[in-house]
């Protein structure tokens, strides 16, 4: 029993998820120019795939890990930007929405309470 904010954002960790990993395989983003242009490029974007995945399984199962790597991944798109082109707002306005609504979505107040709390 997740409160409203916990349970979209792990539908948002699902879906990020999915398409960081079109991106990364197929894409014309910012994971595949950091896997084409660094050595461990791939790895670091198999890393960002599976922080999402494994964020939201955890939380989904209330484990209090998974609302910690839930909120490293809801980071994650502007530490790769950061790192793509030194601007982490440099990007369309939807995916910005997105990443800034899984953030807050994570760190709202019910977020915070419920994982304090419940979870282990």
Same mark, same amino acid.
């Given at each position: 029993?997740?409160?409203?904010?916990?349970?979209?954002?792990?539908?948002?960790?699902?879906?990020?998820?999915?398409?960081?990993?079109?991106?990364?395989?197929?894409?014309?983003?910012?994971?595949?120019?950091?896997?084409?242009?660094?050595?461990?490029?791939?790895?670091?974007?198999?890393?960002? +795939? &599976? #922080?999402? *995945?494994?964020?939201?399984?955890?939380?989904?199962? /209330?484990?209090?890990?998974?609302?910690?790597?839930?909120?490293?991944?809801?980071?994650?798109?502007?530490?790769?930007?950061?790192?793509?082109?030194?601007?982490?707002?440099?990007?369309?306005?939807?995916?910005?929405?997105?990443? +800034? &609504? #899984?953030? *807050?979505?994570?760190?709202?107040?019910?977020?915070? /309470?419920?994982?304090?709390?419940?979870?282990?």
């Amino acid at each position: 029993m997740q409160p409203q904010t916990l349970q979209i954002a792990t539908w948002l960790l699902y879906f990020d998820g999915f398409f960081a990993l079109v991106d990364l395989l197929d894409g014309y983003s910012y994971l595949r120019y950091i896997r084409e242009t660094y050595r461990f490029g791939f790895v670091f974007g198999l890393v960002n +795939v &599976a #922080l999402y *995945a494994a964020g939201g399984l955890l939380m989904a199962n /209330e484990r209090k890990i998974g609302y910690k790597i839930a909120i490293a991944a809801s980071i994650s798109p502007f530490v790769v930007r950061f790192i793509a082109v030194q601007n982490p707002l440099s990007d369309s306005l939807i995916s910005l929405a997105f990443d +800034v &609504a #899984l953030v *807050a979505l994570l760190l709202h107040t019910q977020s915070r /309470e419920h994982q304090r709390i419940w979870y282990r």
